[in-house]
């Protein structure tokens, strides 16, 4: 296909040398007539296309995904940034290039290690172009570190941390009961480990009393229910010794037992563990946190009750046959799988959706950032509005106002008390003069005053009643009812 860059914007004009010269005068015939002038060649019409560019990138994503479906890159990881939306941003460069490169959340969910800065690892992905920014990256599919397999390193990073726990500490083991009357056992019902489990304690110890809590033990999801039944036969009554684990197989069928949720399970667990996962070279992060390791479930049950060094081969073997089987159709599976993948309309269209899906997430991020400033614009104008509000508040002036008029009532208050004061010296002094004047004041010092009977006057003059008239004598204390009997007459005063 023509590139656009191989076609010129517009017609170079020809060297100098390449032009012919023209004769000063054209030939003439015989006859004298000149003859006609050659005609000029045609200027080279080419047609010319332009693009815009949207169109340009679309053009240059869909050659890049049609040459690079699926491409392999190694290099190491740098600016890895784990988005609010679950996917994950990188970049992946050695020592004279660098590249862009994103896992989108339904990829990175099956990584079983954590990407890291300065980890190099192997990319497997798809060259793809965002259009928004007009970059070209590659569109990571599947990731495992460089020398290590994911699973591994994922194995290593768990061992590292919950030994910094203190979960491996050998002080922390707990040794196993002599004779135990009650054995939990976690396994699956469908696996040979529990059946190899119930020959070997029925066989060895057949007064034993054998509790199971079936579980799944490999698979997506095996792992949480593997801790919630270790949970579940731990409350048991009387569980004393419990066994968990299952048949060999290969590292996937195992992986389980390499989930923290399994290795906390059995650091939380009430009594003794034993874990009997696999075969005797299978190690787990189960077999750490273990207060003992079998190295098969047979194993367990012979350490439980007496060690002996038999072994089932037979259900071994059978073991080993079945997880073969299962390996083998998970691989031809996972090929199937990937060559769907490969096809150039699945995965532009896987592309298209996934770049969508970024500009989606720029776009919600845009959002929120102006919405965030919109808000904190909003906040600071209602703040100095509340200001302002509360300085005109009436409830502030109302209160100003109760003060002054409690302010008042108090000096009004004072002002009556005193007023009530003043007054009541100057009754007490006016009531004093007024009792010195009082005639009832002389009756204190013997004096009595005559009324006539009905006590309408007083009686001054003794002629001025007569014998057998009644008169009324009023005292200092009381009054005396008196009948007339004889009366003295006497001068008038010198």
Not at 42 to 58: D, F, I, K, M, Q
Not at 216 to 227: F, K, S, T
Not at 357 to 365: I, K, P, S, T, W
Not at 394 to 412: F, H, K, N, S
Request: hydrophobic share 40%; aromatic share 6%; charged share 25%.
């Amino acid at each position: 296909m023509t590139s656009l860059f191989d076609l010129p914007f517009e017609e170079a004009e020809p060297p100098a040398s390449a032009v012919p010269a023209r004769p000063a005068a054209p030939p003439t015939r015989t006859t004298g007539t000149p003859m006609p002038e050659p005609e000029a060649p045609l200027p080279n019409t080419r047609a010319r296309r332009v693009y815009s560019v949207s169109e340009l990138t679309g053009e240059i994503r869909l050659l890049l995904e049609e040459q690079f479906a699926e491409a392999w890159v190694e290099g190491e990881l740098s600016n890895c940034r784990l988005w609010n939306t679950g996917h994950l941003y990188f970049t992946l460069k050695d020592s004279q290039a660098q590249i862009k490169a994103v896992m989108f959340r339904s990829s990175l969910r099956y990584l079983k290690f954590k990407p890291q800065d300065g980890l190099r690892v192997v990319a497997r992905g798809r060259v793809s172009v965002y259009d928004p920014k007009g970059e070209y990256q590659l569109v990571c599919e599947h990731m495992e570190p460089e020398g290590l397999g994911a699973r591994q390193l994922a194995f290593e990073q768990l061992k590292a941390r919950l030994a910094a726990e203190g979960l491996f500490a050998p002080e922390r083991k707990r040794s196993l009961p002599t004779l135990p009357r009650k054995i939990g056992v976690v396994t699956s019902l469908d696996g040979a480990a529990v059946r190899d489990i119930i020959k070997v304690l029925r066989r060895r110890y057949g007064n034993a009393h054998i509790v199971i809590r079936p579980t799944r033990v490999q698979g997506e999801g095996a792992a949480l229910e593997i801790a919630r039944a270790l949970a579940a036969i731990g409350g048991v009554d009387g569980v004393d010794v419990i066994i968990v684990g299952r048949g060999g197989g290969s590292i996937e069928d195992l992986w389980a037992f390499n989930e923290e949720v399994v290795a906390r399970a059995i650091a939380g667990c009430p009594v003794p563990t034993i874990s009997a996962v696999g075969h005797e070279t299978d190690v787990t992060i189960a077999d750490f946190v273990a207060d003992l390791r079998a190295p098969t479930p047979s194993a367990a049950a012979e350490m439980v009750v007496s060690r002996k060094d038999d072994f089932c081969a037979g259900i071994d073997r059978l073991a080993g046959r079945l997880a073969a089987a299962i390996d083998g159709r998970f691989h031809r599976l996972q090929s199937r799988l990937r060559g769907l993948e490969a096809r150039p309309g699945f995965g532009g269209f896987r592309a298209r959706v996934a770049m969508r899906g970024r500009h989606v997430a720029d776009l919600d991020g845009d959002l929120q950032h102006r919405l965030r400033a919109r808000l904190t614009q909003r906040e600071r104008t209602y703040r100095t509005l509340r200001l302002q509000l509360e300085s005109l508040d009436v409830r502030r002036r109302l209160e100003m106002i109760r003060t002054r008029l409690a302010g008042g009532d108090a000096r009004l208050a004072a002002a009556a008390s005193r007023g009530c004061r003043q007054a009541d010296s100057r009754f007490r002094q006016a009531a004093a003069r007024l009792e010195a004047l009082s005639p009832l004041a002389v009756l204190g010092r013997g004096y009595a005053l005559c009324w006539t009977a009905d006590q309408s006057r007083l009686v001054r003059d003794a002629d001025t009643v007569a014998p057998g008239e009644r008169v009324q004598v009023r005292l200092d204390r009381g009054a005396l009812l008196c009948d007339i009997v004889e009366r003295t007459s006497s001068g008038p005063r010198g």
